[in-house]
Nanobody, 123 residues
Framework: QVQLVESGGGLVQAGGSLRLSCAAS????????MGWFRQAPGKEREFVAR?????????SYADSVKGRFTISMDNGKNTVYLQMDTLGSEDTDVYYC???????????????WGQGTQVTVSS
């Protein structure tokens, strides 16, 4: 089983930036597809971004974050990042790091989830 530990959340003013980190253990990192989801109170979890650790594909983003968020990986550190720029109040959520395992298809539910990190954007 893969353990995922997020960090980097916090309070930021609208228009600002944050970088989330997710350290993964228990897997060969570059064989897996990693991603980020987010969830607001009372709402369903929402896909944010996805990237293959093998470097064989382009990142995928939700329309709501395209052009503002960037997902990246450091295979040497077994860490996936989410750089979030031009944040708005609509980005206030709990952000979860996820592991899809060795493959992805439309509708696939991630195999593993982190505990989540809170991001709050003040206007």
């Amino acid at each position: 089983q893969v353990q995922l530990v997020e960090s980097g959340g916090g309070l930021v003013q609208a228009g600002g930036s944050l970088r989330l980190s997710c350290a993964a253990s228990g897997q060969t990192f570059n064989r897996y597809i990693m991603g980020w989801f987010r969830q607001a109170p009372g709402k369903e979890r929402e896909f944010v971004a996805r990237l293959s650790g093998s470097g064989g594909g382009r990142p995928s983003y939700a329309d709501s974050v395209k052009g503002r968020f960037t997902i990246s990986m450091d295979n040497g550190k077994n860490t996936v990042y989410l750089q979030m720029d031009t944040l708005g109040s609509e980005d206030t959520d709990v952000y979860y790091c996820v592991n899809y395992g060795g493959g992805w298809h439309a509708g696939k539910v991630p195999d593993d989830w982190g505990q989540g990190t809170q991001v709050t954007v003040s206007s």
